[in-house]
């Protein structure tokens, strides 16, 4: 194994009681011959007496990490690939680096509670994962537990904190956040047993060598202190508010994926750049070539500006189609409908405007007109799951219209407190319909919502996520697709560089 493969880890973390661990390992052992190899599997649930699962155990190749109790009689020839966590916490490290910190609280841990935060403070420095468990007996952590895990995130910041959920059949998956001071995101997740909920495992890709991509997305960090986090209520009185807004907003903008101070941006995917928006192409495109149509199509508008949505509270506007951001967007998407046009295809914009959200940009997708009278029945579909199935997803709720002069409309996009979901279909014959909907930025949205309901729409099921394999490119072919879309928006383009 070269040194650069090494670092690149698969590492999967499930939820098994000793009733379940042994499906579990056969489960995982066939997903490994399929979707791995994982370079370890860890069981977040505590397994107290591992004498029923030895067989099962030395049978397989795949490394488990287990959460158990000191053996009396550890046996012999216990397989190399099983790795047992018996200290009630404690900080487990690969030889690739990849650093696991856990707590246990059960019964051992209870007499040793008060040596925790003093280990992780003399510790000293971050962890990948975090990994909280607790008895099967209680539901959930204790206040002192709670405690202590809180202030355990707080000195490890870890990439990822696991929790097995032992009451309910919820996968549970919290919106990240970012510790601003070092630029780390951190994400959180509570995992239902097997044969409990519908997802029991979480696995994921991890580069040891590179930094962790800052999600688009991101909630306030739930461990700073409330006055930190709290923004200014609507009223915004002059340039002091203003300019504290804008910093407690700001995701530094060198590491923003839109912003040109960033230096990592991905120029060579830019198509086109106007005054106050730019189009550039989107990374592991949704979308095939088509219809003639030589590259994926698939682009996306962005503000130059760094701003969460069209209108926000730093940049208020009471009459939003009459800023030059709004009418520039409009340009772009009108001529990337005449462009499309061509190959007998429309365009579907989505867009989210959410006070959350870390540099405001809209997804512009090709769709052929043949598939277009499929939106209905996509939007209707997903609305469903969304809101029935992922009962903790933010409820969406889509109105139609055909004119930006609806009143309601017109209401919403003028408040710029106002958090909404949209998706505006340009048919090439001129027509516009939009449908949007409102949604509650205290809970969860499902920011692959537009993406999932085009997906069906394009019969393209396997290119949901896009960083997953089949959506990858490489430097050479963006820059390639870039260059070819270029070309033909070239007729299109109304910017000063056309
Ligand atoms: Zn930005």
């Given at each position: 194994m070269?040194?650069?493969?090494?670092?690149?880890?698969?590492?999967?973390?499930?939820n098994?009681t000793?009733?379940?661990?042994?499906d579990?390992?056969?489960?995982?052992?066939?997903?490994?011959?399929?979707?791995?190899?994982?370079?370890?599997?860890?069981?977040?649930?505590?397994?107290?007496?591992?004498s029923?699962?030895k067989?099962?155990?030395?049978?397989?190749?795949?490394?488990?990490?287990?959460?158990?109790?000191?053996e009396?009689?550890?046996?012999?020839?216990r397989?190399?690939?099983?790795?047992?966590?018996?200290?009630?916490?404690?900080?487990?490290e690969?030889?690739?680096?990849?650093?696991?910190?856990?707590?246990?609280?059960?019964?051992?841990?209870?007499?040793?509670?008060?040596?925790?935060?003093?280990?992780?403070t003399?510790?000293?420095?971050?962890?990948?994962?975090?990994?909280?468990?607790?008895?099967?007996?209680?539901?959930?952590?204790n206040?002192?537990?709670?405690?202590?895990?809180?202030?355990?995130?707080?000195?490890?910041?870890?990439f990822?904190?696991?929790?097995?959920?032992?009451?309910?059949?919820?996968?549970?998956?919290?919106?990240?956040?970012?510790?601003?001071?070092?630029?780390?995101?951190?994400?959180?997740l509570?995992?239902?047993?097997?044969?409990?909920?519908?997802?029991?495992?979480?696995?994921?890709?991890?580069?040891?060598?590179k930094s962790?991509?800052?999600?688009?997305?991101?909630r306030?960090?739930?461990?700073?202190p409330?006055?930190?986090?709290?923004?200014?209520?609507?009223?915004?009185?002059?340039?002091?508010?203003?300019?504290?807004?804008k910093?407690?907003?700001?995701?530094?903008?060198?590491?923003?994926?839109?912003?040109?101070?960033?230096?990592n941006i991905?120029?060579?995917?830019?198509?086109?750049i106007?005054?106050?928006?730019?189009?550039?192409?989107?990374?592991?495109?949704?979308?095939?070539?088509?219809?003639?149509?030589?590259?994926?199509?698939?682009?996306?508008?962005?503000?130059?500006?760094?701003?969460?949505k069209?209108?926000?509270?730093?940049?208020?506007?009471s009459?939003?189609?009459?800023?030059?951001?709004?009418?520039?967007?409009?340009?772009?998407?009108?001529?990337?409908?005449?462009m499309?046009?061509?190959?007998?295809?429309?365009?579907?914009?989505?867009?989210i405007?959410?006070?959350n959200?870390?540099?405001?940009?809209?997804?512009?997708?090709?769709?052929?007109?043949?598939?277009?009278?499929?939106?209905?029945?996509?939007?209707?579909?997903?609305?469903?799951?969304?809101?029935?199935?992922y009962?903790?997803?933010?409820k969406?709720?889509?109105?139609k219209?055909?004119?930006?002069?609806?009143?309601?409309y017109?209401?919403?996009?003028?408040?710029?407190?106002?958090?909404?979901?949209?998706?505006?279909?340009?048919?090439?014959?001129?027509?516009?319909?939009?449908?949007?909907?409102?949604?509650?930025?205290?809970?969860?949205?499902?920011l692959?919502?537009?993406?999932?309901?085009?997906?069906?729409?394009l019969?393209?099921?396997?290119?949901?996520?896009?960083?997953?394999?089949?959506?990858?490119?490489?430097?050479?072919?963006?820059?390639?697709?870039?260059?070819?879309?270029?070309?033909?928006?070239?007729?299109?383009?109304?910017?000063?560089?056309?």
């Amino acid at each position: 194994m070269t040194e650069q493969s090494s670092s690149l880890l698969k590492v999967l973390f499930f939820n098994a009681t000793i009733d379940s661990i042994k499906d579990a390992i056969n489960k995982i052992n066939q997903l490994n011959s399929k979707a791995g190899p994982f370079t370890f599997a860890f069981n977040i649930n505590l397994i107290d007496n591992l004498s029923s699962i030895k067989e099962t155990l030395d049978s397989t190749s795949v490394r488990y990490i287990l959460l158990s109790k000191k053996e009396k009689n550890p046996g012999k020839n216990r397989s190399a690939s099983l790795i047992q966590l018996t200290n009630p916490y404690g900080i487990y490290e690969l030889e690739s680096g990849f650093r696991i910190a856990y707590i246990k609280f059960d019964n051992d841990c209870n007499k040793v509670m008060k040596n925790i935060i003093p280990f992780f403070t003399k510790f000293g420095e971050f962890v990948d994962v975090l990994v909280t468990s607790y008895n099967q007996i209680e539901t959930n952590f204790n206040k002192e537990q709670q405690y202590i895990i809180d202030s355990v995130i707080k000195l490890v910041k870890p990439f990822y904190h696991f929790t097995p959920n032992n009451e309910t059949s919820d996968f549970v998956e919290e919106m990240p956040f970012l510790w601003d001071s070092v630029q780390r995101p951190a994400r959180s997740l509570k995992i239902p047993q097997l044969h409990m909920g519908k997802k029991w495992a979480y696995a994921f890709n991890f580069d040891i060598l590179k930094s962790l991509e800052v999600p688009t997305t991101l909630r306030s960090n739930p461990y700073l202190p409330k006055d930190n986090r709290k923004r200014k209520p609507l009223c915004i009185d002059g340039e002091k508010n203003l300019e504290k807004i804008k910093k407690l907003k700001t995701v530094q903008p060198t590491n923003c994926h839109f912003c040109f101070t960033n230096d990592n941006i991905e120029d060579h995917m830019i198509v086109s750049i106007g005054n106050n928006a730019y189009l550039t192409i989107a990374k592991g495109p949704l979308t095939v070539p088509q219809q003639g149509l030589p590259f994926p199509g698939h682009c996306i508008i962005t503000s130059i500006e760094h701003i969460p949505k069209l209108n926000c509270r730093i940049k208020p506007s009471s009459h939003v189609f009459e800023t030059s951001l709004y009418k520039e967007i409009i340009q772009f998407e009108q001529a990337l409908c005449k462009m499309f046009a061509k190959f007998d295809m429309s365009i579907i914009v989505s867009e989210i405007n959410f006070e959350n959200a870390v540099h405001y940009h809209l997804q512009v997708y090709p769709v052929p007109n043949k598939y277009l009278d499929k939106f209905n029945i996509s939007l209707e579909k997903h609305i469903h799951s969304n809101n029935e199935k992922y009962t903790s997803n933010a409820k969406l709720n889509f109105k139609k219209i055909h004119s930006v002069d609806d009143e309601d409309y017109k209401k919403l996009i003028n408040n710029p407190s106002s958090n909404y979901f949209q998706f505006k279909v340009h048919k090439s014959d001129g027509e516009v319909e939009i449908f949007y909907s409102i949604f509650d930025p205290q809970h969860r949205l499902d920011l692959q919502f537009g993406r999932r309901v085009l997906a069906y729409i394009l019969n393209q099921p396997k290119r949901i996520k896009w960083d997953s394999k089949i959506c990858f490119e490489s430097k050479e072919k963006e820059t390639k697709n870039a260059q070819q879309f270029q070309e033909l928006f070239r007729e299109f383009d109304f910017t000063d560089a056309s």
